[in-house]
């Protein structure tokens, strides 16, 4: 079974700064799904970013990017010009090979993210 | 815009009771989910479903049981509350990740139902 580690519970930083939130993860597969998702105090969990472990090149969505080490099973999220916005739950989520009823997401523990004005 | 509504924000219900939680959405996924996140453990996955009539263990579904009628509605049902059941549950829905109907993988989640079982 696929296991997702998050070792930072909670993370603060100062508005305008750059912080990047650690996960790593097992498996024995070689394709395979990887996402950030965000949880605001709203609970509302939305997907900040995804990476295919097939591409070698790390995803970015404006200013969130990913550091994704396959060998090393290391993908960790890189937050820049952290806004009061950001402020959240952080969790990392894999997902098996594309096929048939594989779609269930296995996640970390997360990581409680509070950026300070 | 994709919608996934629980049918309560909050539940408070007591112990013995049977609860049903209410999870539709509007996309026309195959895919259906139900999480519970608990502090310090993550989300953790109760059941799934992939289609009509069709539903599969998660990793912790001991206490529950689903039904998926109608495509677009996953109920989550405990059949006898205990207190252990205090949660908050999160329902998703997703596309297939192949077959003719396959598209991207995110998943949608709805805004979770927090349950206290007294």
């Known amino acids: 079974a696929q296991t997702v580690t998050q070792s930072q519970p909670e993370m603060s930083v100062q508005e305008a700064e750059t912080v990047t939130l650690s996960c790593t993860y097992d498996?024995?597969?070689?394709?395979?799904?990887l996402f950030w998702y965000k949880q605001p105090p709203s609970r509302q969990m939305i997907l900040v970013i995804r990476?295919?472990?097939?591409?070698?090149q790390n995803a970015t969505e404006n200013r969130f990017s990913v550091n994704f080490q396959k060998a090393a099973k290391s993908f960790s999220l890189k937050i820049s010009d952290s806004q009061l916005g950001d402020t959240a739950m952080y969790f990392c989520?894999?997902?098996?090979?594309?096929?048939?009823?594989?779609?269930?997401?296995?996640f970390g523990t997360g990581t409680r993210l509070t950026i300070i004005p | 815009d994709v919608k996934v509504t629980q049918s309560s924000r909050y539940l408070v219900k007591r112990t013995g009771e049977k609860v049903f939680l209410e999870c539709v959405q509007d996309?026309?996924?195959?895919?259906m989910f139900w999480y519970r996140q608990d502090p310090g453990l993550g989300l953790r996955l109760i059941y799934f479903?992939?289609?009509?009539?069709?539903?599969e263990k998660g990793d912790i579904p001991e206490g529950y049981s689903v039904s998926r009628e109608k495509k677009e509605r996953f109920s989550l049902i405990l059949e006898s509350a205990s207190t252990n059941q205090t949660s908050m549950y999160l329902c998703?829905?997703?596309?297939?990740?192949?077959?003719?109907?396959?598209?991207?993988?995110?998943?949608?989640f709805g805004q979770g139902t927090r349950l206290t079982v007294v």
């Open positions: 998703a829905s997703s596309f297939p990740s192949s077959g003719r109907r396959r598209r991207n993988t995110e998943a949608f």
């Open positions: 498996t024995s597969e070689n394709n395979y799904y």
């Open positions: 990476q295919e472990a097939y591409k070698q």
């Open positions: 479903s992939y289609d009509v009539k069709m539903k």
């Open positions: 996309m026309d996924h195959e895919n």
């Open positions: 989520a894999f997902m098996n090979p594309p096929n048939f009823g594989n779609e269930k997401l296995t």
